[in-house]
């Protein structure tokens, strides 16, 4: 019996993406006694090679290609991941051009639409919206295992803080003296610094960082992963590489402040989120440094 061919089509940033993965290994677990599952993903280059190198997907192809992009007016034309078994799209709610070429030169048995972020009266996690969705359209998924907690007692305590906009991002003083904070108690953190944050930052401020604490730019999504998974615990805003942290089963303290924690938290096997006390408070600097150096100190503590 040979595998099931899947495609899944996806053009989000990090998070996005990363929060795809629960799905695929929910896949993989409806089709395991029909031969399994080949998810093959349609996304970002970087993003579907990391995943690809990470095991998480079996192949992956750009969704910036002209064949792909070509699907989106009309006469697209036949493609190498469109000849799957059941094809996944996020891009399209099932009544565009985009639909349209698929059902005429996809092979899938199985169409199926899902919109990525979930409706304004959805109240699970946005991995359940992407279940109930393809429910609804017949595919019947149940929820996968979390990943397995890995146990990395001389990994480094990385610090990491960026997001996607101001708001989602705790102030960067106050990251500075949580650092500061733990090299008193005896531990010393290294910064992941993304090429926003320098911008945001300034040279000035990020040298005088570099002066004090250890810590390097990522480029690459996989060296990333590869780095993560290494580490012994990872601080950081609501983001894709706090994503990327707890997906890796790195235990993870995660910041929130605008966004919902119950749609929008990672996903791990040990996922602690913090965010200001006050009933509602949504303004993230108002998180005190003391209460997130506790959380860590007690996580530390474990090991």
Known sequence: MSAVKITLVHQGAVGDTVLLVPLVKALRKRFAMEGGAQVFLVSRPQLGQMLTMLGFVDGYASADDQEHTAWFAEGGKRTAWGDCNVLIS?????????????????????????????????????TEWHRAQLHGQGL??????????????????????GAGGEAKCWPREKFLQLGRDLKRNGFWPTFILGEAEMERW??????????????????????????????????????????????????????????????????????????????????????EVARVLGEMMAELRKV
Not at 102 to 114: G, H, K, P
């Open 90 to 126: 996020s891009v399209s709610d099932g009544k565009d051009v985009w639909a349209e070429n698929a059902r005429r030169v996809s092979t899938a048995r199985q169409i199926l639409f899902m919109d990525p972020r979930p409706a304004g009266d959805f109240q699970g996690h946005v």
């Open 140 to 161: 019947m998924l149940e929820k996968a295992p979390l990943p397995l907690l890995r146990n990395n007692p001389d990994g480094a305590i990385v610090i990491h803080p």
């Open 202 to 287: 300034g040279v000035k401020f990020v040298q005088a960082l570099h002066a004090e604490f250890s810590w390097y730019l990522h480029m690459g999504f996989y060296e990333l992963a590869e780095r993560l998974g290494r580490a012994r615990l990872f601080v950081g805003n609501d983001s894709g590489v706090s994503h990327l942290a707890a997906m890796m089963g790195v235990p993870v303290i995660e910041l929130f402040g605008p966004s919902d924690e119950m749609q929008w938290r990672a996903v791990g096997p040990q996922v602690h989120v913090l965010r200001a006390e006050s009933p509602g408070e949504r303004d993230l600097s108002k998180l």
